[in-house]
Nanobody
Framework: VQLQASGGGLVQAGGSLRLSCATS????????MGWFRQAPGKEREFVAA????????YYVDSVKGRFTISRDNAKSTVYLQMNSLKPEDTAVYYC??????????????WGQGTQVTVSS
């Protein structure tokens, strides 16, 4: 599975961005999908995930109510809608495909990352 993330950019605090992650192949619906982020000097953080079948979602507490993960199996694409962005959301965001959506170590395939910068 190959993943291509896009949609990052520079935005002011309070603004919005929508990240997309397009995947190759016909197996997208077989994977749970997640978004991770890594800020400079910090460890990678598990941000959001969505199950392959039920559409159940997970969010880290710091983004609940602001971020929304969704998927379109017909387009083999997962999205992360980010609203009310804060400077602390600044990071490189990665999409990933895995087997157990709430288990960060179960993600086997990774995209290349897209930079999100939120100015104060």
């Amino acid at each position: 599975v190959q993943l291509q993330a896009s949609g990052g950019g520079l935005v002011q605090a309070g603004g919005s961005l929508r990240l997309s992650c397009a995947t190759s192949g016909r197996t997208f619906s077989m994977y749970d999908m997640g978004w991770f982020r890594q800020a400079p000097g910090k460890e990678r953080e598990f941000v959001a995930a969505i199950r392959r079948s039920s559409g159940s979602t997970y969010y880290v507490d710091s983004v609940k109510g602001r971020f929304t993960i969704s998927r379109d199996n017909a387009k083999s694409t997962v999205y992360l809608q980010m609203n009310s962005l804060k400077p602390e959301d600044t990071a490189v965001y990665y999409c990933a495909a895995g087997r157990l959506y709430i288990v960060p170590n179960s993600y086997d395939y990774w995209g290349q990352g897209t930079q999100v910068t939120v100015s104060s």
